[in-house]
DNA sequence: TCAAAAGTGTTCGTAATACACCCATGT
DNA sequence: ACATGGGTGTATTACGAACACTTTTGA
């Protein structure tokens, strides 16, 4: 076992795995590093946890320094510790996923020491990552498979209006299987927590879908209630 | 903030909510701690993790202290890590259960320095515990009331050979309501994973009911397969 | 008029639920 | 003989799965 790093007071960090959906694909959010170890690799963003936040605040400091974006859906999920995880000493990680809408091409701002610049990769087409940030990767998508059937996780990656058919592409997606549409359409509707909006999508080259909104109100009464999408 | 303990060279700790079920109650192990802070207080078994150790091992480790016992069914389920969970410092917990076969009133042994004795606790008798370790037993009671589900783990608190009365009790115990004995014995016996033995139970004033046991070789052949117990 | 996606119902098989009585055993 | 838990079957309902064609729109 190597020397603990002499400048960490609290050795553990945060990583995240940040989902995204844009152009029909998930993606997760990437960093190229610029420090060592692993300088120029790709790796999850994350950092060190502060002594004076919680783990759930620096998960969304870690984010809003690299989006700008602060109202993100956070949940924990996992902790890595291995003991020769980190190849300086010994550092546990605390993994977050987050899941994010992409729509109006958001700027990402890599504007920290510890990463050149920040970018988006369809999951099917990862980079080698740094330390075991792929078997943490791994785990967080096994996560959101299984919690998107049991909640309603899936509207967190949609622009507040979405068709039908985008919703259905996202479960697609996370779940890693096509869905019958008639049968997916019957069944979410069915819940009773999507609205129906007197609008159409736009700019598109055929016959326009309705738009729905999630109805937040009416998903917190049916709480208690095991749901199953 | 407080300072941070200068003998930390890794300030995370690990709590264990260990399970047991004996009698037709379902328990969970507490100390009587024996040091500061909440000197004399009910808590959780836990401790700091060892610079060279893993998470997991960590956690056999603090078990096998206390109960004696090596293999157990342990899982991680969440880390704790508010600013002010530990009045002495900076100390995040890496929670783990467990489940235990208690059957042959194994003997406790709370042989370590912070802790003055382990004992056994109904769960719906607890006292107030140390730090967060409410939260944290009422967390992993939740998880494992998710887990038991879809995944065979009842079985780690029955002994080898059991009755389906006794796997009954468990569950209902588990989920926190009764179950009819009719649909539970015929979807049970339908997933093929149960062996019936030749054998009935001993020493009971009545009709002795057939002893089981899990058939892990079954159960695996499935695997991949969503069961819903 | 063609291409591309929107939208829509029915049937079938399986799984979940509700429910009550007789049996075997030890005292 | 009685008390205690062991053990069993059926009918009803709800849910998931499979499946194909017509409609709308813009280019």
Known sequence: ????????????????VVFGFD?????VLLIERNEEPFKDWCALPGNLVRV???????????LKELTG???????????FG?????????????????L????????????????????????????????DHQMIFEKGLEK????????????ELLPEKFTLTQLQNVYELIMGKKLDKRNFRK??????????????QKGVSFRAATLYKFDRRKYAKLFGKEISF
Chains 1, 2 share one sequence.
């Open 187 to 200: 069944k979410m509707l069915s819940f009773g927590v999507l609205k129906e909006l007197d609008e159409k």
């Open 144 to 155: 959101i498979k299984r919690r998107i059937k049991h909640q309603p996780i899936a509207f």
């Open 23 to 27: 152009e029909g694909e998930l993606k």
């Open 82 to 98: 291995n003991v020769d995880r980190h190849p300086q000493g010994r550092v546990i990680s605390i993994a977050y996923y987050a």
């Open 52 to 62: 004076d936040e919680s783990l759930d605040q620096s998960a969304l400091r870690i």
């Open 69 to 79: 974006l602060g109202d993100i859906f956070m949940e924990q999920f996992y902790t």
């Open 1 to 16: 076992m190597k020397e603990v790093l002499p400048q960490f007071n609290s050795t553990f960090s945060i990583d995240c």
């Open 100 to 131: 994010l809408r992409l729509g109006g091409d958001k700027a990402l701002k890599p504007i920290t020491s510890y990463a050149k610049k920040a970018f988006w990769k369809n999951i099917s087409d990862l980079p080698k990552l740094a330390f």
